[in-house]
T-cell receptor, first 116, second 114 residues
Framework: DQQVKQNSPSLSVQEGRISILNCDYT??????FLWYKKYPAEGPTFLIS?????DKNEDGRFTVFLNKSAKHLSLHIVPSQPGDSAVYFC???????????????FGKGTLLTVNP | DAGVIQSPRHEVTEMGQEVTLRCKPI?????LFWYRQTMMRGLELLIY????????DSGMPEDRFSAKMPNASFSTLKIQPSEPRDSAVYFC????????????FGAGTRLSVL
């Protein structure tokens, strides 16, 4: 039972355009969400996060939007650059469920290709 | 800081053999995580430790898998005996308590069991 779903295995965009990566979740206990980026032969690296008390968080070219009622979040990259080509993982956790909860549940990832 | 260090980077072994994967977390990080990545299941948590104590091992697939953290700077994930379906990339990650949900990953160990 996948609690975090990234339904698009891949996405291709032109340099300079917007990239939108989507993520859906089913567990209503999730209240903190993260995006990780992964290059080949490397481990995932943290990109941006958002708490459920917000609906938007922005960091430079990266913005994450959260729609709690739809249990949906998205990552916007504007403008997209060839160096953004990577696999993007969505992750979720129940941050307020207890001090000992460190678990992240990951989606399967979306491969973004930004063409020059 | 050298980041999370995993060894070996690649491991090829035959079915039935014992495999030991190693991880050195970032100094000062209190929690350590072992993940497995496959095409079918994506990135799944196997086990995590906090202050060297196993907190949740519900993701460990079966008794053939075991993990230890004898001290704050070292952890192992052992598979005995290994099977072809164990072939995957295994990641180790660590995090400090103050930002516990932002995990720092190693480069992974690619395991192939023939």
């Amino acid at each position: 039972d996948q609690q975090v779903k990234q339904n698009s295995p891949s996405l291709s965009v032109q340099e300079g355009r917007i990239s939108i990566l989507n993520c859906d979740y089913t567990n209503s206990m999730f209240d903190y969400f993260l995006w990780y980026k992964k290059y080949p032969a490397e481990g995932p690296t943290f990109l941006i996060s958002i708490s459920s008390i917000k609906d938007k968080n922005e960091d430079g070219r990266f913005t994450v939007f959260l729609n709690k009622s739809a249990k949906h979040l998205s990552l916007h990259i504007v403008p997209s650059q060839p160096g953004d080509s990577a696999v993007y993982f969505c992750a979720a956790t129940s941050a307020n469920s207890g001090g000992s909860n460190y678990k992240l549940t990951f989606g399967k990832g979306t491969l973004l290709t930004v063409n020059p | 800081d050298a980041g999370v260090i995993q060894s070996p980077r690649h491991e090829v072994t035959e079915m039935g053999q014992e495999v030991t994967l190693r991880c050195k977390p970032i100094s000062g990080h209190n929690s350590l995580f072992w993940y497995r990545q496959t095409m079918m299941r994506g990135l799944e948590l196997l086990i995590y430790f906090n202050n060297n104590v196993p907190i949740d091992d519900s993701g460990m697939p079966e008794d053939r898998f075991s993990a230890k953290m004898p001290n704050a700077s070292f952890s192992t994930l052992k598979i005995q005996p290994s099977e072809p379906r164990d072939s995957a990339v295994y990641f180790c990650a660590s995090t400090p308590d103050r930002v516990k949900h932002i995990q720092y990953f190693g480069a992974g160990t690619r395991l192939s069991v023939l």
